[in-house]
């Protein structure tokens, strides 16, 4: 795991530029650090303080000969410059170093694992390929090589990677199926330049880079709490490489920039995930016993690291199937050493898991880690917190993610499994309830939907007025907001933020993201898509990597999620149980505690507690200085909506939070409005 710049113009760089930008992201890769620029005579590898020794390995075609500094003192001009911060994971030695060359011809930075390298390189060898390393890297480039962009149907992992091909004079950008891995790009304000990063803090190296915030993304996520959903980040001008895609930038004479680029690149979809299909059993129970061979396979290609590996644990369903499924491999080849989990706690029982992570690890050798993240300690860290995030977050339970990943790095542990991805896949989310039931309604079974509706309603307690909301959100979206207003929900109000001020139109982006589904399947699409799935991969990347911590999810292994996605919708939910072929796969493997569980808590802290006792001042304070920083954006009445929450008057609303941290946001990256 890594972190990756790069800066192409059509007019000679400035070194410092890219090494500032590589300086900003020392967090993703505090190992080593290199940097290639592409002169007129050729490529020159260069490198920084923290650059690892090269004794002895003279010959190698990518060895760093001079310090960054020097060349900006005295180098030829170029017009193309990459730069690399590693975090290693495969092959520490410094043959592993990026940026990495191949056959004379390939130069790449590249973020990521691909767990299937050592199949891919026995491949490769028999093709004719050599290697000089252990490292996943060097297969990219003859893989590369040898299939051209056909490679990443190839690759079982996670990855933003750019290669430059000095023989055709492009530059190729990718990113993987899901998302998993960030690639953020801007374009100069005269087309004249582009540049790339692992993630955007890493442009306000540039000059000309500009703070401003991007309408429509930042009122979809003050108003509906979502972000990471399109191509257009909440910065204005700051794009995604959107997952499953690819970009092809041709270069010009001197690897120079020889036409305008416009502001978003044109990109190429290699990766529909609703286009893939497979054959599938008919019987439930064959079909569990497949997703449990698969996942297995999936934990089994994730354990491979040449560092010390942990697993988070909440004690739910997702992250309890890895831990187990990580002692059933440690047993299987002998190893004796306690695995290592890492849980965050509360003092407030209804956000507190520890009963059901004692489950998993009791009498499991396992060496276990609590946390318990404080309200005061969220506010003291907050633009920190926001700094590292890029952008504002949905909610505190980002601030408990961050935590988590700070007792993993001091306890060792360099590489953390973690669970993200189950819920969109297998239904997990009481939202695929209403989407259930409102396909049962349109398609006229009404005997099917009075059943799953009373099982609903013994194992979730949902009155009917829950029932109206999810059927009225899945048939009839457009009526949410007078729904919403009618019953006083506080989510519904527009009277805290002036959308005309702000720019945006008052729209639902769940419609737009078919989020608003009538099939288990059609909201999974949706989720996987952009409406969850890549906020929460944003909020675990920066998280992780904030404390040098590659974090791997073994439920986003494309092979699991094209067959789940391939089941018929009641082997995920029927009778109000979710996630039914995942209960029923990992039998004898997991506690039968666990796999009974009916409750859906998700990765909580105590926000709610926080806002109502210590930390009301500060929620205040903090909604104050928002509204001041905002401009006519956010409105006095957010004052009244934290009173009716704090107070009691309403329920609780995430909405206060938002405010919040977008207040953290401009402040902390000094944005104009």
Avoid at 287 to 307: K, S
Avoid at 395 to 406: G, I, P
Wanted: contains cysteine; aromatic residues 10%; hydrophobic residues 40%.
């Amino acid at each position: 795991m890594c972190g990756i710049v790069g800066l192409v113009q059509a007019y000679p760089i400035d070194l410092r530029q890219v090494a500032s930008m590589a300086d900003l992201l020392r967090h993703r890769g505090p190992d080593d650090e290199g940097f290639v620029v592409f002169p007129e005579q050729g490529p020159v590898c260069l490198a920084g303080d923290d650059t690892a020794s090269f004794a002895g390995m003279e010959a190698l075609q990518y060895r760093p000969v001079a310090h960054r500094n020097e060349w900006v003192s005295g180098g030829p001009p170029a017009f193309l410059a990459m730069g690399h911060r590693r975090l290693s994971i495969v092959d520490l030695s410094p043959l592993g170093h990026q940026p990495m060359s191949y056959l004379d011809r390939y130069w790449i930075v590249y973020n990521g694992e691909v767990f299937n390298y050592v199949e891919l390189r026995e491949e490769l060898r028999q093709a004719g390929y050599h290697f000089q390393s252990n490292s996943d890297t060097e297969v990219l480039l003859a893989g590369y090589d040898k299939w051209g962009t056909g490679l990443l149907d190839r690759c079982n992992g996670m990855w933003s990677m750019a290669i430059y091909d000095r023989k055709t004079n492009s530059l190729f950008l990718a990113r993987d199926r899901f998302g998993i891995k960030p690639l953020y790009y801007y374009v100069g304000t005269d087309g004249n330049s582009l540049a790339f990063a692992s993630e955007i803090k890493a442009f306000s190296a540039l000059p000309d880079w500009r703070r401003e915030i991007a309408p429509q993304p930042v009122f979809d996520f003050l108003a509906w709490g979502i972000q990471d959903h399109g191509e257009q980040t909440m910065f204005r001008g700051v794009y995604h490489l959107p997952p499953g895609h690819y970009a092809v930038i041709p270069l010009g004479p001197n690897d120079r920039l020889v036409q305008p680029l416009a502001q978003k690149l044109t990109t190429t979809r290699w990766y529909d995930l609703a286009t893939k299909r497979c054959e599938v059993p008919a019987d439930f129970d064959q079909a569990a016993a497949e997703f449990r061979r698969l996942f297995l396979d999936a934990v089994r290609l994730r354990m491979r690291a040449d560092v010390p590996l942990g697993s988070c644990l909440s004690g739910g369903l997702d992250s309890s199937s890895i831990v187990c499924s990580v002692r059933a491999k440690l047993q299987a080849i002998g190893a004796t050493q306690p695995q290592k989990t890492f849980s965050s706690c509360s003092e407030f029982p209804n956000v507190d898991e520890r009963e059901f992570i004692a489950e998993v690890t009791r009498n499991n050798n396992i060496d276990e880690t609590h946390i318990f993240p404080t309200g005061e300690e969220l506010f003291a860290r907050l633009d920190e917190l926001v700094w590292m995030q890029d952008e504002p977050f949905a909610s505190s339970s980002v601030f408990a993610q961050w935590c988590l990943f700070r007792a993993v790095r001091e306890h060792g542990v360099v590489v953390a499994l973690d669970g993200q991805g189950a819920d969109e896949q297998l239904a997990g989310y009481h939202g695929f309830l209403g989407a259930r039931l409102a396909g049962l309604a349109r398609n006229g079974r009404i005997g099917d939907f009075l059943g799953e509706f009373g099982a609903v309603r013994r194992l979730h307690g949902y009155g009917p007025m829950k029932f109206a909301e999810y059927l009225i959100a899945n048939l009839m979206p457009s009526s949410i907001r007078s729904l919403g207003a009618l019953r006083g929900i506080t989510q519904m109000r527009r009277d805290w933020i002036n959308v005309g001020a702000l720019g945006a139109e008052d729209r639902d982006p769940f419609v737009t993201l078919g989020a608003r589904a009538l099939s288990v399947r059609d909201l999974s699409l949706a989720q996987m898509n952009g409406s969850n799935l890549q906020m929460l991969l944003h909020w675990e990347d920066r998280n992780s990597m904030a404390h040098s911590i590659e974090a791997r999810v073994p439920f986003l292994d494309y092979r699991l999620v094209e067959y789940v996605l391939s089941l018929p919708d009641v082997f995920k939910l029927n009778d109000g149980i979710t996630k039914r072929v995942l209960r029923r796969g990992m039998q004898g493997m997991v506690p039968a505690k666990i796999l009974a569980r009916t409750d859906k808590k998700g990765f909580l802290t105590a926000e709610e507690y926080w806002m109502k006792g210590a930390q009301a001042g500060q929620f205040a304070e903090r909604v104050d200085e928002t509204i001041a920083l905002a401009g006519n954006i956010i409105t006095p009445a957010m004052r009244d909506v934290l009173s009716r929450v704090s107070t009691g008057r309403a329920g609780f609303s995430y909405h206060v939070w938002r405010v919040i941290c977008f207040g953290a946001w401009l402040k902390s990256f000094n944005i104009r409005i």
